[in-house]
């Protein structure tokens, strides 16, 4: 961002003094009990630099409008297909320069820079993703952005901003990969995604790091009047992954879904602190998370519904359910509502269960070995979540994956 | 006479700490189909799970042997791919776990090999039909949102799909309709013959007139009280359970 306009310039400058004069996050504050901040980079310099190990990753499965590779977060140009006149996938910071008019008043409105995460992802990160999709414009190919680690940098930091305009459709993937990396890397993402009114966006986030990674991700969407936002996160690999999703009703009659898959194994500790906001009246929300664990891996899920005053006809649901499949491993899940509101509906539950043995003794009885009949259960567990991933290369590619972690 | 397929020896049967079968003898040879009847707690439904090996229920004496081999030292999945096959009365719903994904790895699993994808969907649509179970459910999970006559049909149809040498029937007649029992019949009858050999547990007499019983056991408190021919389910029908201590009919209501 050698040649970034004057106010991001000024943004950097106030995001690394808000670095000097924040408290230090100790881990002592409510939000910060299950994962220490220290682990997730948040406190000190992180870890060093390391030796970069060398992979091919695999590109993405099916056609994209745009391809852009991020390796340790350092910018790179987007390959471009087909994309109609006056959609933009750029690198977020020759976007700055490209597309200031755009990228100005919506860049750090979501995801700010007043605290200590949001202060050190600003301060930081060099290469990004900017999509913006004009009004009325259906974007049908997906785009997609892979965020790579190869341990050369022990701070990778990398920012997407996402504009659906009014009556826009687009679907945007952010896939997180890198091989097993014997130094630990710390990574923080910030995604801001704006769907304007009558906008509808999927979005997905990939979260495959390999061993060594621990990820602080935080996704804030808002959906305008009538807009349709599907978020679809899916958590599979980094040893420490925290995942902040925020949904904002920012308009009446909007239509939010936040979904959430992760299988934590080994000592994987996964947290998903999840929120939807109704900041408009009449507007929907539905929150489902599931999570499966083994071995001595930990989840934590955190949902929020919060609803201030002035926001009637509120219509939200929040679910999240963990299956534990062995002694050892841990879930722990906090639903929780703040509700200001009179006159509306919202639900909330969460459950840690383990493999029903009635299940498994029906698989069973018809010839089914029992790993594999387990295995049956764990992915037709996760497939209510799966279910909702829309791309069909993308599902199937994420079965695999899950079919991995159980063989 | 053949060897019997199954032969149950002085079997018990615990469920909790609560003894329940208390000693069953019964054999059936191959080729046969025989009829279970008793009245409500008398241990029918108990000697299906003990058979198909569900954990709640120990084995606390006796033995059984399947095929000349000892059943209850098998695994539950072993059980299936040595013929043996129970249709349960209660099938549970098993979420995201889809009919057709199932029923693939089920026949994959018994046959011990991987079915050709198109011979599968040929007999599976060859089935379905026979069983008048709705082609439309393939993408549906198992047993999810399915009617209790649905379920049973699915049961059936996995019966005759995996064509297992042995099968218990639980209460398959008990909230079918005629039209249902028909079909349903229709599916075990289908597999009548010499590599078949059944125990239709039953409380009612109903379903015997579509799936005719070689050979009638009553049983009552936990053991085999009576055994007989088919003539035996009319004298039932006739009396009811009453000369077994117990009011209850073996007409099924409104039949």
């Known amino acids: 961002m050698v040649n970034a306009p004057g106010w991001a310039a000024e943004v950097r ?74 959609v933009i996938v750029a690198e977020l910071g020759q976007a700055l320069i ?13 995801i700010g820079f007043a605290d200590r995460p949001g202060a050190l992802n600003a301060a930081h990160w060099e290469g990004g993703t900017f999509v913006y999709v004009p009004r009325g414009v259906e974007l049908l190919l997906p785009t997609e952005t892979l965020l790579s680690a190869t341990g050369a940098h022990g701070r990778v930091t990398s920012r997407t901003l996402v504009i659906v305009d009014e009556g826009a459709k687009a679907t945007v993937i952010d896939r997180y990969r890198s091989p097993n990396l014997p130094s630990p890397v710390t990574v923080s993402t910030a995604t801001e995604i704006i769907v304007a009114d009558g906008g509808e966006l999927e979005h997905l986030s990939l979260i495959e790091w390999g061993a060594g990674v621990r990820h602080h991700a935080r996704i804030t969407a808002s959906a305008g009047k009538d807009a349709r936002v599907r978020s679809v996160v899916v958590t599979l690999g980094g040893d420490i992954v925290r995942v902040e999703a925020t ?49 001595q891996s930990h989840t934590v899920f955190f949902g929020n519904l919060v609803v201030p005053p002035g926001a009637p006809g509120t219509d939200a649901y929040q679910t999240n359910r963990n299956l534990v499949l062995n002694e050892g491993a841990h879930a722990d899940t906090i639903p929780f509502l703040e509700i200001e509101t009179a006159e509306v509906k919202c639900s909330h539950a969460g459950a840690v269960g383990r493999v029903d043995d009635e299940h498994l003794f029906y698989l069973r009885s ?14 037709g567990f996760l497939q209510e979540v799966l279910e909702h991933v829309h791309l069909d290369e993308v599902r199937r590619e994420l079965e695999e994956a899950v079919a991995r972690k159980l063989s | ?80 791919k040595a013929g043996f096959f129970l249709a349960m009365q209660y099938p549970v719903e098993v979420p995201g776990v889809s009919v057709l994904n199932f029923l693939r790895t089920s026949m994959n699993a018994v046959r011990g090999e991987e079915i050709n994808p198109r011979d599968f969907m040929k007999l599976f649509q060859e089935k379905s039909r026979l069983l008048e179970f709705d082609p439309s459910f393939t993408d549906r999970y198992l047993n999810e949102g399915f009617s209790g006559g649905e379920k049973k049909r699915h049961e059936i149809l996995q019966m005759v799909m995996l064509e297992p040498r042995f099968a218990v029937l639980d209460e398959t007649d008990s909230g ?35 799936i005719a019983p070689d050979v009638v056991h009553v049983m009552f408190e936990g053991r085999i009280v009576r055994t007989g021919g088919p003539e035996l389910a009319d004298e039932l029908e006739a009396g009811g359970y009453a000369q077994y201590g117990s009011p209850e009919p073996a007409v099924a209501p409104g039949a």
């Open chain 1, 13 to 86: 400058q106030t995001a690394t003094a808000n670095l000097d004069r924040l408290p230090v996050l100790t881990g002592e504050e409510e939000e910060w009990r299950f994962t220490p901040p220290a682990d997730l980079g948040l406190v000190g310099d992180g870890p060093a630099d390391g030796p970069a190990v060398g992979a091919q990753l695999a590109a993405s499965a099916g056609p994209r409008s745009a391809n852009l590779t991020l390796v340790d977060g350092a910018p790179s140009a987007p390959a471009l297909g087909e994309v109609p006149a006056g």
């Open chain 1, 247 to 295: 949904h904002i009703a920012a308009g009446p009659g909007s239509d939010s879904r936040a979904l959430g898959l992760c299988f934590a194994d080994d000592h994987q500790h996964f947290e998903h602190r999840v929120i939807a906001r109704h900041e408009a009246p009449q507007a929907y929300s539905n929150l489902l998370y599931k999570g499966a664990l083994k071995d």
């Open chain 1, 98 to 110: 490209d597309h200031e008019e755009l990228v100005r008043s919506r860049l750090y409105s979501l």
């Open chain 2, 1 to 80: 006479m053949a060897d019997p397929i199954l032969q149950i020896k002085g079997l018990e049967v615990a469920v909790d700490g609560r003894t329940i079968l208390k000693g069953v003898d019964l054999a059936v040879p191959q080729g046969e189909i025989h009829a279970l009847m008793g009245p409500n707690g008398s241990g029918k439904s108990t000697l299906a799970y003990a058979l198909a090996g569900h954990p709640r229920y120990e084995i606390t004496g006796g033995s059984v042997i399947f095929d000349g081999r000892d059943l209850l030292d098998m695994e539950i999945d072993e059980r299936a």
């Open chain 1, 366 to 379: 018809r010839g089914v070995p029992e790993d594999a009949a387990k295995r049956l259960i764990v992915l």
């Open chain 2, 176 to 210: 079918l309709d005629v039209d249902a029992l028909k079909v349903v019949s229709r599916g075990v009858n289908s597999l009548r013959g010499p590599n078949l050999g059944a125990l239709i547990i039953t409380h009612y007499t109903r379903i015997l007139q579509y």
